[in-house]
Every structure is written in structure tokens, then in C-alpha cells.
């Protein structure tokens, strides 16, 4: 296989990355390029190849055949280096729920060999990023939904990553929760962070700097939300989704 230039302006670059499972092409030529700081919207029906395609980028997956570098790093090659340079925040909740919110953090802290002062530092910065002050103490399985995700969220990025991953990162949570979730996600791209975000809600996609839009293992439209929807005539995201999908005949179960 060539070995792919790595830009190191992009967080995320792929070439014809491909991943069957037997005769079931999951993702099809992925072709992207994500630029440091950018809020970047990966979309798609279910089964359209979006969580195959993070989990390899996240270096859970190898991929059939392709290339891909996140954070400058090989994917065939360089996979450990790749998790220990990422935050991924994935559709299930993943915190211990008999643990109290900090005992969470100190232990994915631990994981990525931080601990004492530092640890002490990262957890200050979390806790006013994030308001966790007061829950802090408290079981994870008693706080509410919302404040859950702020755990996972804080989790996902306790070792100060330059990239965070999140898979449907507001699913379940009422309105008022989804907006003030993407406030700290502007925070994050403000902070220099790239953001890889999954969602079903498409008013969220509105708040990409870009998206891509996935159907049957192949990105079939990527660009600004404002510039895709004009380029197609669609008012909203939402129109412009169901649109391509139904010009691909693809299903939505």
C-alpha cells in the first residue's frame, strides 16, 4: 500500500477507505479530509456506515483496504497511538454508574497515564468547563440524563485531546439540554479542537462548520450546510437529507 502525505492541518484524512464484512460493503471508498478545528457533521441513515467508519478512525476497526491518518497517524500502523490521541464519546453510555462522577474521571484519566497534579489541573478545567461542580460526589447512575452525558463528555476529554469523536452525543436528552451540549462543543472548537460529531437531530447538523451525509457506505453529498442546501434547493437540512436519500432509493430502518 502507498503511504498516504500527511497534512498536519487536518485532523482526519482518508483515501478509499473500505470495509466489507463478507459480501456487505459497510463503507465504500470513503473519501474526507477534516481540517483541524472544525465542527464536522458525519450524517446517514442507520446503516448507512457512519459508526463502522468511526470506530475505524478511532482505531477500533481495521479496515479491508484504503488509508487513513488521524492525528498524523497510520491507521494500519499506528492504531494505540491513535486511541491515546483521541476522546470518543460512543452512542451507549460507557461511565460505571457505581462509581461517583469524579471516581469516573480519575479512572479514564488513569487510563491515559494521568494522575496527581496534573490530573488535579485537567479535572479543574473540566469542572468549569463543563459546571460539574456539584455533581462531582455523586453516583453516576443518580444524576439525570443530561448530566450524564456532560460526565461522558468530560470522560472523553479529561487528557486534553486535539480531536473528540461523538457518536449521537444528544440522543435521549429534551432541547434545552441538545443546545446547551453544543455551547461546550463550541467551547471545544473554539479551544482548537476537532469535532467528528454523528446525530440524528438534523437542526444540530445547522451548527457544523460541514457535513457529510453517508448512504450505503458512500458519502453522496459534503460541504457547508448553507452551501449544500442551496446547491440542492432544500430550506433545511432535514429536506435536503430525505431528498438525497430518497434520489439513492435508500430505506431508513
Known amino acids: 500500500m502507498d503511504e498516504m502525505k500527511s497534512d498536519k492541518r487536518f485532523s ?5 477507505l473500505t470495509k466489507r464484512f463478507g459480501r456487505f460493503t459497510a463503507v465504500d471508498n470513503l473519501e474526507l479530509s477534516v481540517p483541524e478545528g472544525e465542527i464536522f457533521g458525519f450524517l446517514g441513515a442507520n446503516g448507512a456506515g457512519k459508526t463502522t467508519a468511526i470506530r475505524i478512525l478511532c482505531g477500533l476497526l481495521l479496515p479491508t483496504k484504503g488509508e487513513a491518518r488521524v492525528n498524523g497517524f497510520d491507521i494500519w500502523k499506528e492504531s494505540e497511538k491513535i486511541k491515546r490521541s483521541i476522546g470518543y464519546m460512543s452512542q451507549k453510555f460507557s461511565l460505571y454508574e457505581d462509581l461517583t462522577v469524579r471516581e469516573n474521571l480519575e479512572l479514564y484519566a488513569g487510563i491515559y497515564g494521568i494522575g496527581g497534579k496534573r490530573f488535579r489541573e485537567r479535572l479543574d478545567v473540566i469542572v468549569h468547563r463543563l459546571d460539574l461542580e456539584s455533581h462531582l460526589a455523586k453516583l453516576t447512575a443518580d444524576i439525570p440524563l443530561g448530566w450524564k452525558q456532560k460526565a461522558a463528555l468530560a470522560a472523553a476529554t479529561i487528557h486534553d485531546p486535539s480531536i473528540v469523536f461523538l457518536d ?21 472548537a473554539r479551544a482548537g479542537k476537532t469535532i467528528f460529531v454523528t446525530t440524528h437531530y438534523m437542526d444540530e447538523a445547522e451548527y457544523c462548520h460541514r457535513i457529510s451525509i453517508m448512504a450505503q457506505g458512500r458519502v453522496i453529498a459534503l460541504g457547508a450546510p448553507s452551501v449544500l442546501k442551496e446547491e ?5 437540512i432535514q429536506d435536503l437529507f430525505i431528498t438525497l436519500l430518497k434520489r439513492k432509493e435508500v430505506g431508513f430502518a
Open 12 to 16: 482526519v484524512e482518508t483515501h478509499a
Open 168 to 188: 449521537e452525543p444528544t440522543g435521549g436528552v429534551d432541547p434545552i439540554t441538545r443546545r446547551a451540549f453544543w455551547n461546550l462543543i463550541f467551547d471545544l
Open 232 to 236: 440542492y434547493g432544500q430550506e433545511t
